[in-house]
C-alpha cells in the first residue's frame, strides 16, 4: 500500500446547467423539482503518490455537487463523479473521507464528508453519494463555492 494525497480543488456555485445537445446533463441532484439547488462542478481530483504531481495513482473526474432545499430547513447534498482508476492499483478513502467545504461570506458554513468507495484499476465507474447538510434558510442564500480541501488515500499496487 502507498499513501497518496489530492491537491485542494474549488469552484462556484450557481444554478443547474441547462440541457444542450453538446454536453450531457447535470445528474445532481437527483430531481431539480424538489426544491432550489445550487450547483458546481470541479473537473478532477488526483491522489498522487508522495505528493508526486507527475505520478497519478487515481483519482475523481468531472465531480459534480448540489446543495438543495428540500423543505424550510432541510438541505441535501448529492454528488456524482467517475472515479478514474488511472493506474494499476485500488485507491480508497480509507485513511481520511473526501472534505466537502460549502462556503460562503469568505469562511465555510458547513461541509460533508465522502467515504467514497474504492476505484479499481482500468476503470471508469460512476460513483454517488447523498447526505442531509445542518443549514439555515439564509446560510444556504449565501453559499457562493465549494472546496474540496486536501485529503490522504490509500493506493493498493496491482503488480501483474
Known sequence: ???CRSLPQMCLLGPIPPRTPGR????????AARGTSKYGRIPF???YQNGDAANPAFGLL?????VQRRAPGVFECEVYAIGDGYQSGHGASLPEPLAIEFRGRGHTVTRAQ???????SGHMDALTF????ALTDE??????SILLPPARAEVTVCLE
Open 1 to 3: 500500500m502507498a499513501d
Open 24 to 31: 450531457s446533463d447535470a445528474q445532481v441532484p437527483s430531481d
Open 45 to 47: 481530483v488526483y491522489f
Open 62 to 66: 468531472d465531480i459534480e455537487i448540489a
Open 114 to 120: 465522502w467515504w467514497y468507495p474504492a476505484v479499481l
Open 130 to 133: 447523498s447526505t442531509p447538510l
Open 139 to 144: 446560510e444556504f442564500g449565501f453559499l457562493d
